[in-house]
């Protein structure tokens, strides 16, 4: 997702309260942010953060860390936020492939992918967010019995990212083809932005839950 530049977009960013404007500063630290140590969440990807901002607020037990690479597009969570403010929630605006310089070796109990971009070409395959090199890093990041959520309504990076799991040493917990109609796996489902638009158009939404071995 990428809007159409937005002026000021920018500036707004730099004064929010709501964004963690030197991450790598806090990297190790998050939980300082938050004055609590509670676990940590994050979704990477975030668009404009409707799941993010919905799960902050059933679960003000747990802290978030919501990622979106474009400013255009974090402006439109930040004004949702000043709607509807939860000190549990916070935003970071960078590129993915840097998550290694902003979060320590295990300090993130749970990482949300949703609808993640295709790349459909072959030689962008590195840079979709289930690929094996993303799985490297959040291997790095994430709690060893911490679970990694994807959901897209895309079939080919579904596949591609249930090919990726053996070859990134992880392991599916739970997979669904169809989560609308998965009795288990649609409890406590939180809809995406994207996940109401291409679900409302009749597309399966895929969704899986991996984690590694000990
Ligand atoms: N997760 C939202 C949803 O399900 O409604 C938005 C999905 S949208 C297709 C993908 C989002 O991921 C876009 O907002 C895009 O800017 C962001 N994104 C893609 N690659 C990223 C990266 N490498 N780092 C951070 N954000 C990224």
């Known amino acids: 997702m990428r809007l159409r530049n937005i002026t000021g977009s920018r500036e707004i960013i730099a004064d929010s309260s709501y964004v963690i404007h030197n ?40 802290n978030y860390i919501g990622i979106e690479k474009y400013s255009s597009v974090l402006l439109r969570a ?14 970071i605006r960078m590129d993915a492939e840097d998550i290694l ?41 994430l709690k060893k019995e911490g679970r990694l959520e994807f959901k897209t309504d895309n079939k080919d990076l579904f596949d591609f990212a249930l090919e990726q799991l053996p070859l ?15 009795e288990e796996m649609i409890q406590g489902n939180i809809m995406t932005e994207y996940e109401e638009k291409f679900s409302a158009l009749g597309n399966p939404i895929c969704k899986y839950i991996i984690y590694r071995k000990k």
């Open 23 to 62: 991450p790598k500063e806090y990297k190790g630290a998050m939980k300082e942010l938050f004055e609590n140590d509670n676990p940590l969440h994050i979704e990477i990807g975030m668009g404009k953060g409707r799941f993010i901002m919905e799960l902050a607020a059933l679960h003000p037990e747990i």
């Open 78 to 91: 930040i004004q949702k936020m000043e709607q509807n403010e939860l000190p549990n929630l916070k935003f």
């Open 101 to 141: 310089e902003v979060f320590d070796k295990e300090e993130v109990d749970k990482i949300y992918l949703n609808f993640s971009d295709p790349w459909p070409k072959d030689r962008h395959a590195k840079r979709r967010l289930p690929s094996k090199e993303f799985l490297a890093r959040y291997d790095v990041i």
């Open 168 to 182: 990134a040493g992880w392991e599916a917990e739970k997979v669904t083809f169809n989560l609308h109609h998965d």
